[in-house]
């Protein structure tokens, strides 16, 4: 009977470990996706800006402007996952 009582107390033990681990992963998990969403809404609002200030300056050709400043050109594509719209290099494919 003790024995049955100890694996007893020793499996609920191991089930509440497992749970707890799991809860951990979920937060994690939860947490990436949060800051996932915080990232693309930053990038978008920053991509705006940056959309505004060219259009501003219409007079500055493409050509005239360095790799840095190409690389800093977003185009808005729409996310399939999230259905967000969000800014993506406007060289890739």
Known sequence: M????????LMEREREMKE???QG???K????LENEKRRMENEFKVASKS???L???ADVKLKAL??????????TRMNTKTGAIEFVS???K
């Open 20 to 22: 707890v681990k799991r």
């Open 55 to 57: 259009g501003k300056n």
């Open 51 to 53: 959309a505004q200030t």
């Open 25 to 27: 992963i979920l937060a």
């Open 66 to 75: 360095n790799k840095k400043q190409l690389r800093q050109i977003k185009k």
């Open 90 to 92: 406007a060289y890739k």
């Open 2 to 9: 003790k024995e049955k009582e100890l694996r007893r107390a």
């Open 29 to 32: 998990n939860e947490r990436r």
